[in-house]
């Protein structure tokens, strides 16, 4: 399985982003995805998950602010960020678990004040 992410860049403080995910090498319906982020000097942190059933669950520092979708038939994983803020800038990464878990390469989020 390869998780490929993209969608990051440079974004004005209020704007919005969208991120996507796709999954690749297998037809394997993932128990869970989600979003990660690493900020420089911090440890990797949840953004967002998605069950299998459609359940989400995003930290209090987004919720209200990103949407986490999938796309089964798209073996795709999304995720819309508005009202970004300067404390949201760090490399953002998608995780699918399956018994094992494979996580994407990362994508640049930088948000300037």
């Known amino acids: 399985v390869q998780l490929q992410a993209f969608g990051g860049g440079l974004v004005q403080a209020g704007g919005s982003l969208r991120l996507s995910c796709v999954a690749s090498?297998?037809?394997?319906?993932?128990?869970?995805m989600g979003w990660y982020r690493q900020a420089p000097g911090k440890e990797r942190e949840l953004v967002a998950g998605?069950?299998?059933?459609?359940?989400?669950n995003y930290p209090d520092s987004v919720k209200g602010r990103f949407t986490i979708v999938r796309d089964r038939a798209k073996n795709s994983l999304y995720l819309q960020m508005n009202s970004l803020k300067p404390e949201d800038t760090a490399v953002y990464y998608c995780?699918?678990?399956?018994?094992?878990?494979?996580w994407g390469r990362g994508t640049l989020v930088t948000v300037s004040s």
């Open positions: 995780r699918a678990d399956s018994g094992w878990t494979w």
């Open positions: 090498g297998s037809n394997l319906t993932f128990r869970y």
């Open positions: 998605i069950s299998a059933g459609g359940s989400t």
